[in-house]
């Protein structure tokens, strides 16, 4: 079975700092692994993937996200945060194409101008 | 990447009362997924719906609560049946297209039961 842990409910960051949220996976075939955002009251949007290949995945709006097998990891970064950044993160986990993700609790992101 | 709709977009509803959700896409798939988001937390499967087939029911949920139909590729629906207060949640449908391994969701609909 699948399973995602999300370090920290709650990220704050200063507008031009480093973005860091954390994921960690458990699962017992190689994993497909997404990061999604949301913003207030709308659905998901998809920010990257790993499925196979390479293992820094870079995604929309300035994040990536390096697939560390060793460490069963998929940390999602940005250089340089942005106001509009402020949102819900949403790590996901499914061991192939065509099955349901495994979310995890989600991380708040705040951008302190 | 697929476009994917919801109606409602919101409601809400008296306790004991059912409302049917509707999800339709812009492309043909096979397998649909239905979500649930409650109130500041994550998303939580509740079923997996592949058409001319019974939907397929996560633990937790069962189908006299969460009737599911997919009468075709495009469309199917969630009813929330009997509702109660603790209902009252985010419904997100979602879709995987095949031949890119993504998945995509709906808007979702934001359901309030009084």
New interface residues.
């Given amino acids: 079975a699948q399973s995602v842990t999300q370090l920290g409910s709650h990220v704050s960051v200063s507008e031009g700092a480093l973005v860091l949220l954390r994921c960690n996976y458990s699962s017992s075939v190689p994993p497909y692994l997404f990061w999604y955002v949301q913003y207030p009251n709308q659905g998901l949007q998809l920010l990257l993937k790993y499925t196979t290949g390479a293992t820094l995945v870079k995604g929309i709006n300035g994040f990536e996200a390096e697939f560390k097998k060793s460490e069963t990891s998929f940390h999602l970064t940005k250089p340089s945060a942005h106001m509009s950044d402020a949102a819900e993160y949403f790590c996901a986990v499914t061991p192939s194409g065509n099955t349901p993700l495994v979310f995890g609790k989600g991380t708040r992101l705040s951008v302190i101008a | 990447s697929a476009v994917i709709s919801q109606k409602p977009s919101r409601d809400i509803c008296q306790r004991g009362t059912s409302l049917t959700i509707q999800c339709q896409v812009d492309s043909q798939v096979?397998?649909m997924?239905w979500y649930r988001q409650q109130p500041g937390?994550?998303?939580?499967?509740i079923a997996?719906a592949n058409q001319g087939s019974e939907a397929t029911y996560e633990s937790g949920f069962v189908i006299d609560k969460f009737p599911i139909s997919r009468p075709n590729l495009t469309f199917s629906t969630l009813t929330v049946s009997n509702m109660s207060p603790e209902d009252s949640s985010i419904y997100?449908c979602?879709v995987?297209e095949?031949n890119t391994?993504?998945?995509?969701?709906?808007?979702?609909t934001?359901l309030t039961v009084l």
């Fill in positions: 096979t397998m997924f937390q994550s998303l939580t499967l997996t997100l979602s995987d095949g391994n993504e998945q995509f969701f709906g808007p979702g934001r």
